[in-house]
């Protein structure tokens, strides 16, 4: 399967660029001829578990996982150490981290560590889709282990080369050593011997104790291309230069599957630099990531293509869609939420319980659409000729890209190569690939590479989003005060939609996501989720549907708390009860619980640790002191992606209505840590990213059509909103407690907390989100 792609590499038409490696670059061309591949294979994980490891889903991940050291490191006579980062980079840190993981192990200096970034080939690399917050949680054994393998390999040429007993002999940052004399070897000199060693099982490798680590679990190992980035020298997408290349913008359709009726390009060829118009086709709602169709406007620079796709003149067919309208959605969605839905959860006696309340307290919650606006908006080079293509994109998934490419050009993955950039940004986006595929098609029609870019205007305009969701709360409250009923409906259109038109109801990994696993001490509760259908691409988004769950159902704890003269920390604490694991089979939800694909077993629903953040954060902000007038404290809490974060937000709110945020401090336990520096940059992004969902995100339609098109009027966070201070209070923990997931898990209990601060410090309950269309001001 990898003869043509292993070709394609050695004669690549491209420019050299973010260093990108294949197989075929790791013995001839990224590391020198004379560097040691590793060039056995192990068994696969299956064969041979070791006692130190714990099943992780990445297991059961497409192409699973990898053990094999030769297809991720090499080494250099010089003694260069060449990592292969097989996940992509978008700020997340996976670039480095795992890395980094491989070179503790290995005992490498890290000065003398370089990493090339692999092409999509998960056969190869294991699984490449980096998103669910896996790369760290599925990757870290299996990076440990092959960074301790080619350790044990050094060990091993240095013994035989000295001819003393290998005991004898350890691996000291980027030298062997023996110990009795205290001669040594650097790791460029052995790097011959190891050619023709084969790779040792499983039980002969050793992992390093915790207490020798050099790198993991010390934040002293800075993102690797950082200089590069602050200087401008890194490589996205939009930076890709190949010989020949066109540049290309598409006019794509406003409405989601409408078609084009006729159209006058005259005016456009008419444009100094405009070479042609390509028709794409379009596709509709359900058509997975395929372009949305259009025309495309090649010329010699982007500005032409620009000022050409200005100068078109398109009569389109707007198609079912054109009805789509967000207030109308918005009645609709109310409407279902107050009827009975398909129940997805049923514990207890839900009816026996509101029937004896003594008091039922019910709110809705809103969330509207949200775009990704990735800093780096989508782009793509696309090089297909003599039925081969030739990729290079900022894209999350490249595995998948090259089997879509392949698909749709009706050729061999075999014949599509997938390079990948960095990515400036990506929160699910740029793993759709649709504007790839945008650039394929066109490449083809043309014979020629060409570059397709999206504005800011086709980013928002023309994305898969966020969904739209309406969450209902009602609690049964007894005449004690306890909450002894709980029921949720969930309207939202799924992500389903996205690969099947006809779906209309939230499937396991939406429901997954703070609805059928709450975790609160309640003995009746219900969760239900009716149907509605889609009018745009949903896609998923930073934190998926964890985002309107833990909004609405941590803005309705601190309402009950507040309804019963409660602390909102004290009930929430409450609600959570006693330290346990969730039994799904007593909830009745062992057939609907996705667990983010882990096992139970190794990742359980622990409300002890659960109620543990919340502590953690609650202290570490005063909670209960006094503040001054306009200022209020609140407090969210969420697991999702198997880790358990809370949030508490100090606001303060002037007499007009404004927000500033003094302080936030969050509190993560995502098992054991093992790059904090990152983990603490992912935390101060999700605050950022979380406040820019409270207090702007808001995309709406008319007509089938987004309303919005750029910053001015789909505002981010700015500095001037920023939160003055973000602190990061990690718990900590041994290895043996599993690595969870980071990327996401910061941002669904930010815009609850922000919203119950808002409440303490105004007296102004929000249910609808974003903050900013609200007047703000105390009463």
């Not at 091993?156 to 062997?176: F, G, I, N, Y």
């Not at 060409?450 to 005449?479: C, K, M, N, P």
């Amino acid at each position: 399967m990898l003869s043509a792609i292993l070709a394609r590499n050695g004669h690549s038409r491209s420019l050299p660029l973010l260093a990108n490696v294949s197989r075929r670059d790791l013995l001839r061309g990224t590391v020198s001829a004379g560097a040691f591949v590793l060039a056995a294979r192990f068994l696969p994980p299956e064969a041979a578990q070791a006692a130190t490891f714990y099943r992780v889903g990445g297991e059961d991940m497409p192409n699973g996982l990898v053990y094999d050291p030769h297809v991720f490191v090499a080494i250099e006579p010089d003694g260069t150490v060449v990592i292969v980062a097989h996940r992509s980079e978008m700020g997340q840190g996976a670039r480095t981290s795992l890395p980094m993981v491989v070179a503790d192990e290995l005992e490498a200096d890290w000065s003398r560590v370089r990493i090339v970034q692999a092409p999509g080939d998960e056969p190869r690399y294991g699984n490449q889709d980096t998103d669910g917050s896996r790369s760290m949680r599925h990757h870290i054994q299996s990076m440990r282990h092959i960074g301790a393998s080619v350790r044990h390999m050094l060990e091993q040429a240095a013994a035989q080369r000295w001819q003393v007993p290998k005991s004898e002999v350890r691996a000291e940052l980027h030298k062997v050593v023996h110990r009795p004399t205290g001669r040594s070897l650097d790791y460029g000199e052995l790097a011959q011997d190891l050619k023709a060693m084969p790779a040792p099982s499983r039980e002969e490798v050793q992992w390093k104790d915790p207490k020798d680590f050099r790198y993991i679990g010390t934040g002293k190992i800075a993102i690797y291309d950082l200089r590069d980035i602050t200087v401008g020298k890194a490589i996205y997408a939009h930076d890709v230069r190949v010989p020949g290349m066109k540049f290309a913008v598409v006019a794509r359709p406003p409405v989601v599957g409408a078609r084009i009726r006729s159209y006058d390009a005259s005016r456009a060829l008419a444009v100094p630099g405009v070479e042609r118009v390509v028709e794409i086709p379009g596709s509709d709602i359900g058509a997975k990531f395929a372009p949305l169709g259009g025309l495309a406007v090649v010329a010699s620079n982007t500005w032409a293509a620009l000022k050409g796709r200005e100068a078109l003149a398109i009569d389109w067919d707007r198609g079912p869609h054109a009805v789509y309208d967000s207030a109308e959605y918005e009645k609709r969605m109310r409407e279902l939420a107050r009827k009975p839905g398909k129940v997805v959860r049923d514990q207890g006696n839900i009816e026996e319980a509101f029937a004896r309340a003594a008091k039922v307290f019910a709110a809705e919650y809103y969330v509207p659409h949200h775009a990704h606006v990735t800093m780096e908006t989508p782009a793509a080079v696309a090089d297909v000729r003599d039925g081969r293509a030739e990729i290079w994109a900022s894209v999350q998934s490249p595995w998948g890209t090259r089997q879509d490419v392949a698909k749709l050009l009706g050729v061999s993955a075999d014949d599509v190569t997938v390079h990948v950039t960095l990515l400036g940004g990506g929160f699910g986006r740029k793993s759709k690939c649709d504007y790839v595929l945008e650039a394929a098609l066109v490449s083809r029609e043309i014979g020629a590479p060409v570059q397709v870019l999206w504005t800011r205007e086709d980013d928002i305009r023309h994305g898969f989003y966020h969904t739209v969701s309406l969450e209902r709360l009602e609690a049964a409250i007894d005449s004690d005060g306890r909450v002894i009923g709980w029921r949720h409906r969930s309207v939202a259109p799924t992500i389903l939609s996205t690969f099947d038109a006809s779906a209309q109801h939230q499937f396991d990994i939406e429901l997954g996501m703070g609805l059928v696993d709450n975790p609160f001490d309640i003995p009746n509760m219900r969760m239900e989720n009716p149907p509605i259908e889609a009018h745009v691409r949903i896609g998923w988004f930073r934190s998926v549907s964890n985002i309107p769950r833990a909004f609405a159902i941590q803005s309705f704890v601190a309402e009950l708390a507040h309804e019963l003269g409660k602390d909102p920390k004290d009930f929430l604490l409450e609600l959570i009860g006693p330290p346990r694991h969730i039994d799904p089979v007593a909830a009745g939800i062992q057939d609907k619980l996705w667990n983010y694909g882990e096992s139970l077993d190794v990742y359980p629903i622990d409300t002890g640790r659960l109620a543990h953040v919340v502590r953690v954060a609650a202290e570490a902000i005063g909670w209960g002191r006094k503040l001054p007038p306009g200022h209020g404290l609140g407090i969210a809490v969420h697991r999702s992606f198997v880790t358990y974060v809370a949030t508490a937000v100090e606001v303060a709110v002037d007499e007009k209505g404004r927000i500033s945020i003094p302080v936030v401090h969050t509190a993560i336990d995502c098992g054991f840590c093992a790059n904090p520096e990152r983990v603490k940059s992912q935390i101060e992004g999700a605050a950022v990213q979380g406040l820019t969902l409270a207090l702007y995100g808001n995309l709406t339609f008319a007509n089938g059509e987004a309303q919005q098109s750029n910053y001015h009027d789909y505002p981010v966070a700015r500095l001037s909103d920023a939160p003055k201070v973000v602190h990061t209070h990690i718990v900590p923990h041994p290895f043996e407690v599993p690595a969870s997931g980071v990327g996401e898990p910061g941002v669904p209990p930010f815009a609850p907390a922000l919203a119950n601060a808002v409440f303490a410090a105004t007296g102004k309950r929000i249910r609808d989100l974003p903050l900013a269309k609200h007047d703000l001001r105390r009463i």
